[in-house]
């Protein structure tokens, strides 16, 4: 058993999962990330770089990615704006990457120490066009260490940048968690000469190519064919690259979506919720139950893809179901899509943690 | 001198170039190919990294080898990365004035200041020219753009004194008015230790010349090789010359 704060925990991760390029530039209330991966990833043999924003920072590790590396960089919401353009490369190219956003009250600026939840739907749409994002949301330590890890997984698998949206409550909070449990080390794939993009008429997965191999390879974020040959008005080419980058993830969605349900079989009062704000959840269900009120709870340990089916399902006994998070009712509008139920959020932007007892009052309000 | 063939480089069905006619940039790709020729390049072993604009187009899709055209203003980023994890391999960039110094400037200057072991072939136009011909942070100082149609009040950045300013190791300026000189100074940049930076006077006849008074290809290469006066050592870069004529020439190549 260790004892380590969140954001310790997914620099864990990482390293178990094989993770051996770090770069990143200092931003709060991710830095402790950053600044364990300078002392580790040398250590360990492996490569760290701090880059002279986090534009640059993404943009190394991509560079890395088509090098052969695992890599990885940690920011927070201005860091992940200054991204965006190049998260949206690595989508259209195709390149496994891992990006930790450690959430915080935004916009701008904002209150940098303080917690949020309000980067869901920058993961979601921040990059311009379309893509289907996956965005892991861990609520422990233990989380932070096993979704990390998961992520690089996650980002061989679907040849993708995977985001990994933490918050600064998870971040820094200390919890014993256990190292030992199973990570998956990702392996790089064997070399190979199919074509880099995959087969025209398929989303299924082609091995990650590397440079460096002869491949003569093209890497272009402009729309690109199988080989990477660039085809900029081309309709069909455009609509291939864009049904292959979003196919894979809806094809997958129900497996990718997980969730986890606490006393939902007899609820009459869903809570949703995720991250730090899922834990306030569950102390709210329990207190609430304790008063005779009948809530569950539906954990959403990915925000993306959204397990819509999960939503949908949720039994004909709940009449209301309360979206608990730290924004003002990002994942709500989502839930509300799918929702048969009428749904109410409790969102709180105070930079704060959503107390149990304002759970409570939301719950009691839509018991009267 | 025999001209060695180059075509084993290309991408046979990338060619003719996308580029106008008399575009400067495949000069610049011409000349990159014989210096890596003549150095006897191990071309697999090389990755070609760009950005955005017509000058990132010369090593994609061009050439035959590992090529990374990636987003605008960041190649240098991008390389940083492929070359931190892969010390190994050699990383050449080639892109744009508005792509290296312009947009990508940050990026430039601090790898110049790490002595970051890349070599970043900047192709100036002095325009951008892939999006119409605006101004660019190198464009000169009066000369016409479709942003500066009275005249460019700005000025321009002198981009080898301002790597230099960040402690460049390997700093040269040459144009496509005179390839025999471009491929010299590229061989030696290939072949320098650490941050090489090599300017590359290039013409956008397109959108360019035709507003400045030089409607040609022909006029544009004959005003780069009026203007250029050769030189070597940095301290000529402290003494800018005037009437829009500069130095050409290896202002240093010794340690980063
Ligand atoms: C982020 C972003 N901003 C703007 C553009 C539009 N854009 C494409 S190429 C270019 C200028 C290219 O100029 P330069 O690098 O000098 O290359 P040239 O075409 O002159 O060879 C611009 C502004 C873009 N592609 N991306
Ligand atoms: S627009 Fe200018 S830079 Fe672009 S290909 Fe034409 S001449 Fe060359
Ligand atoms: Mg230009």
Request: proline fraction near 5%; include cysteine; glycine fraction near 10%.
């Amino acid at each position: 058993m260790a004892y380590l704060q969140g954001n310790m925990a997914c620099v864990e991760g990482a390293l178990r999962a094989g993770c051996d390029f770090f770069g990143a530039y200092p931003i709060t209330p991710s830095t402790e990330i950053m600044t364990a991966m300078a002392r580790r990833m040398p250590e360990m043999g492996r490569t760290f770089v701090q880059m002279e924003d986090e534009i640059a920072s993404i943009a190394a590790v991509i560079g890395a990615a088509w090098a052969g590396a695992n890599a990885m960089t940690a920011t927070s919401g201005p860091g992940l704006a200054l991204m965006l353009e190049n998260i949206g490369y690595a989508f259209a190219t195709e390149t496994p990457c891992v990006i930790v956003d450690v959430q915080r009250a935004g916009p701008s600026t904002g209150q940098a120490t303080r917690p949020a939840q309000g980067d869901v739907m920058t993961a979601r749409f921040g990059c311009p066009g379309d893509y289907e994002p996956i965005a892991l949301a861990p609520w422990s330590a233990q989380e932070s260490f096993e979704m990390t890890a998961r992520a690089f997984a996650l980002a061989r698998e679907y040849r993708m940048p995977v985001f990994v949206l933490t918050d600064e409550i998870i971040a820094h909070l200390y919890e014993t968690l256990d190292l030992d449990r199973e990570i998956e080390v990702v392996e790089h794939d064997p070399p190979c000469d199919l074509p880099p993009f995959g087969d025209a008429r398929t989303c299924e997965r082609t091995p990650m190519p590397k440079f460096g191999e002869g491949r003569k390879l093209l890497v272009t974020g402009s729309t690109h064919d199988e080989r990477g040959r660039r085809r900029t008005t081309d309709p069909q080419a455009q609509m291939r690259l864009v049904e292959r980058i979003t196919k894979k993830i809806e094809r997958d969605r129900k497996t990718l979506a997980e969730t986890e349900s606490y006393m939902m079989d007899d609820a009459e009062i869903a809570l949703v919720s995720y991250g730090a704000s899922g834990r306030s959840s569950l102390a709210a269900m329990t207190q609430a139950r304790e008063n005779g009120r009948k809530v569950g709870l539906l954990r959403l340990k990915n925000v993306w893809p959204f397990a819509q089916e999960k939503i949908r399902d949720i039994g004909g006994g709940v009449k209301k179901i309360v979206v608990v998070e730290m924004n003002c009712g990002m994942m709500r509008r989502e839930v509300e899509r799918f929702a048969r139920a009428e749904v109410v959020g409790c969102h709180k932007v105070a930079g704060e943690i959503i107390r149990p007892d304002e759970i409570i009052e939301v719950i009691e309000n839509v018991s009267a | 001198m025999s001209v060695p063939d180059v075509k084993k480089y290309l991408r046979s069905e990338a060619m003719p170039t996308l580029f106008c006619t008399g575009c400067g940039h495949g000069i610049l790709l011409h000349c990159l190919l014989i210096a890596i020729d003549e150095l006897k390049k191990d071309y697999d072993n090389m990755v070609f990294v760009s950005g955005i604009g017509c000058a990132a187009w010369i090593p994609s899709p061009h050439m035959a080898a590992d090529t990374l055209h990636t987003t605008h203003g960041r190649p240098i980023a991008y390389a940083t990365g492929v070359k931190a994890y892969r010390p190994d391999l050699d990383v050449v960039v080639v892109s744009g004035d508005g792509d290296i110094v312009s947009i990508g400037g940050n990026h430039l200057i601090h790898a110049a200041r790490r002595n970051t072991d890349i070599t970043v072939i900047m192709a100036n136009n002095k325009v951008y020219g892939m999006t119409g011909g605006q101004q660019a942070s190198t464009t000169p100082h009066g000369c016409i753009t479709l942003t500066t149609p009275q005249g460019n009040p700005e000025r321009d950045f002198d981009t080898c004194r301002l790597v230099l300013g960040a402690d460049a190791g390997f700093v040269a300026r040459e144009t496509v008015a005179a390839p025999r000189n471009l491929i010299k100074v590229i061989k030696a940049a290939l072949t320098h230790e650490g941050f090489a930076f090599v300017e590359t006077v290039s013409t956008c006849v397109t959108h360019f010349g035709k507003m400045n008074g030089m409607p040609s290809p022909e006029a544009m290469i004959a005003n780069l090789k009026e203007k250029s006066v050769r030189g070597t050592g940095t301290d000529l870069l402290t003494k800018p010359l005037e009437d829009g004529r500069f130095y050409t020439g290896i202002f240093t190549s010794g340690a980063g």
